[in-house]
């Protein structure tokens, strides 16, 4: 049956989103069966925004053009819901499962963007459970251990070593829609308030994390590994230098991650390396576009350019 790509997307990510498709044509392996790419508008506008991925970000998808479809983000929201910050995007990726017929999905952000082709070997293990990218201690400890009591688990030492809670996340939908079962009918705070609860927060995989543990599903669904993924979040030059480094020269590193705050804490000198990584895995011919493309990304995230929603450059 495959597997789903998921993407939740707002107005000033379009330029990530684009670099996203284009990566995704040139490096997901013909080993790893689509079935769709959902893509999710949210935040203000959705209507106006899905209207330009549908005619500049679709084409970019290459032979996955046909198996795209773009969603309104307020269509999976219960209406108590409001807002489009980071706690409604974190619930649309679970809400989400709803609309998957796959035993599985890989949950994107923008920001993502594939640096080597990606296979079925990278994302399940040989006797099909799914990988899944685990931490060690989290920073996000507090946020761990609410929703692992959220979940009903129990925090020990299995579960501090903590599932991923950033993307790329590939989850089983079986588990995410028992997850949504367990939160309705067991006297639990609905979704879309646990994500708000005063002074403690949870989020979306941790969630996911703590229902497949106490629910016995973790270990059966899932083998652990190491990430594949590195991501330049802009709040160490050193570390994201490293990170960097990585992406460039090992082979296992498949997904780049250019978080907004990494895109706005470059220099010159700061982009000027992104963009050779970016040339040297194939996703720009020169150094020169790769780094006009950076710019406007960053302006773009940044709100001091105008998201351009019927105008947007080519890569």
């Known amino acids: ?39 999710i508008a949210n935040g203000p506008n959705q209507a106006a925004l899905r209207r330009t991925i549908l005619r500049k970000v679709v084409p970019l998808y290459g032979r996955f053009t046909t198996r ?12 108590s819901l409001t807002g489009s910050g980071w706690h409604t995007q974190q619930v649309i990726k679970l809400e989400v499962a709803r609309k998957i017929s796959t035993p599985s999905y890989l949950v994107l ?23 899944a990218s685990i931490l060690g201690r989290t920073s996000m400890e507090e946020y761990l251990k609410f929703s692992l009591v959220a979940t009903g688990a129990v925090y020990d030492d ?5 599932f991923s809670c950033t993307t790329p996340s590939l ?5 995410v829609m028992s997850l949504l079962a367990y939160l309705e009918t067991n006297d639990v705070l609905p ?16 969630l996911y994390f703590g229902h497949a543990l106490a629910t016995n599903t973790f270990d059966a669904r899932h083998t652990r590994r190491m990430k594949i993924d590195r991501t330049i ?20 590193i498949k997904v780049m991650g250019l978080h907004r705050r990494g895109l706005l804490a470059r220099d010159e000198g700061g982009l000027s390396q992104i963009a050779t990584v970016l040339r040297d895995r194939a996703l720009f ?5 790769a780094i006009r493309f950076l710019k406007r990304a960053r302006a773009e995230v940044d709100g001091k350019r105008r998201p351009l929603l019927d105008l947007l450059p080519d890569l």
């Open 1 to 39: 049956m495959g597997t789903t790509l998921v993407t939740v997307i707002y107005a000033r990510e379009l330029h990530l989103l684009r670099l996203q498709a284009v990566s995704i044509s040139k490096y997901l392996g013909p080993s790893v069966e689509v079935h769709s790419i959902i893509i």
């Open 68 to 79: 795209v479809i773009v969603m309104l983000g307020e269509e999976l929201l219960a209406e």
């Open 109 to 131: 952000d923008a920001k993502n963007h594939l640096v080597r082709p990606l296979d079925y070997v990278d994302l399940f293990a040989p006797d099909g459970r799914i990988y």
């Open 158 to 162: 299995d579960a501090s070593t903590a």
């Open 171 to 175: 989850l089983d939908t079986s588990i």
């Open 191 to 206: 979704l879309s308030l646990i994500m708000r609860y005063p002074q403690q927060e949870a989020t979306e995989f941790f």
């Open 233 to 252: 979040w802009g709040d160490s030059e050193a570390e994201d230098n490293v990170s960097l480094d990585q992406v460039s020269m090992d082979p296992t």
């Open 285 to 289: 011919s020169s150094t020169h576009r």
